[in-house]
C-alpha cells in the first residue's frame, strides 16, 4: 500500500542554517504531495502542495517532487526561530477518489539562537 | 474567513463516561475527516466520510467509538466508555474533492484535547 517515510527528528539547526527534511514515499498512482507544519499546540496547516514535476515555494521553504526516486524533500536556505516546529509530508490517496491523506510520522525541527 | 469549528476545545472526564466531540466543517466542503494525536502514535486517520457516507472508519476501535454526519454542517466523534488511554488531541479535517479527482489539501480544525482520568 501507499506510504510516506520522513527523516527522523528531533533535527536541531542553529539560526541561519540550511534545512533539508528527507520525505519519501510509495505510491501506485500519480502521486499528490504535501508538506504540512503543527506548531506547539495548534493544529496541522498546510505548508506546501505539489504535483508532479512541479516545484512550489511557501514561506521560504521548497519542495520539488524528484520521480526517479520517489521523493519530496522539504528544504529552507535558511531557518528562523520561528520555525520551530513538527513537520508532516503527505501523500494523496488516489485510489480511494477521495483526498484521504498519508502522512508521514512526522519530523520535530527544532531552532536554537 | 473560512474555518474548520470544533467543540469542546478541551474535555476532561472520568474513565467509564461517555464523551462527545463535534466538528464543523467549512461550508461547501465534502469530505470530513477524524484524527486522533498522541505523542507515541502521531496522527492516526480514526475515520472519514465524503458526502456524509462513511468511507472508512477502519482506524476507530469500534467497541467504544462512533462517528457520524448527521447533517452537511456537523460530524459528531464519540467514546463511549472512555478510558485513560483514549486521552488524546482529536482533530477534525474538512476538504473538497472535485469532479475528476482533482486534488485539495485538508484543512484542519483546533482541535479537542481530551483527558480521561
Known amino acids: 500500500g501507499d506510504s510516506v517515510t520522513q527523516t527522523e527528528g528531533p533535527v536541531t539547526l542553529p539560526e541561519r542554517a540550511a534545512l533539508t527534511l528527507n520525505c519519501t514515499y510509495q505510491?501506485?498512482?500519480?502521486?499528490?504531495l504535501f508538506w504540512y507544519v503543527q506548531y506547539l499546540n495548534k493544529e496541522p496547516e498546510l505548508l506546501l502542495k505539489s504535483s508532479e514535476n512541479q516545484e512550489t515555494d511557501s514561506r521560504g521553504f521548497q519542495a520539488s517532487p524528484i520521480k526517479s526516486d520517489s521523493s519530496f524533500h522539504l528544504e529552507k536556505p535558511s531557518v528562523q526561530l520561528s520555525d520551530s516546529a513538527v513537520y508532516y509530508c503527505a501523500l494523496r490517496d488516489r485510489g480511494g477518489a477521495t483526498n484521504k491523506l498519508i502522512f508521514g510520522t512526522g519530523t520535530l525541527l527544532a531552532v536554537q539562537p | 474567513d473560512a474555518r474548520v469549528t470544533q467543540t469542546p476545545r478541551h474535555k476532561v472526564t472520568e474513565m467509564g463516561q461517555e464523551v462527545t466531540m463535534r466538528c464543523q466543517p467549512i461550508l461547501g466542503h465534502n469530505t470530513v475527516f477524524w484524527y486522533r494525536q498522541t505523542m507515541m502514535q502521531g496522527l492516526e486517520l480514526l475515520a472519514y466520510f465524503r458526502n456524509r457516507a462513511p468511507l472508512d472508519d477502519s482506524g476507530m476501535p469500534k467497541d467504544r467509538f462512533s462517528a457520524e454526519m448527521p447533517d452537511a454542517t456537523l460530524a459528531t466523534l464519540k467514546i463511549q466508555p472512555s478510558e485513560p488511554r483514549d486521552s488524546a488531541v482529536y482533530f477534525c479535517?474538512?476538504?473538497?474533492?472535485?469532479?475528476?479527482?482533482?486534488?485539495?489539501?485538508?484543512?484542519f480544525g483546533p482541535g479537542t484535547r481530551l483527558t480521561v482520568l
Open positions: 505510491s501506485s498512482y500519480s502521486t499528490f
Open positions: 479535517a474538512s476538504g473538497l474533492v472535485l469532479a475528476g479527482g482533482l486534488y485539495n489539501e485538508q484543512f
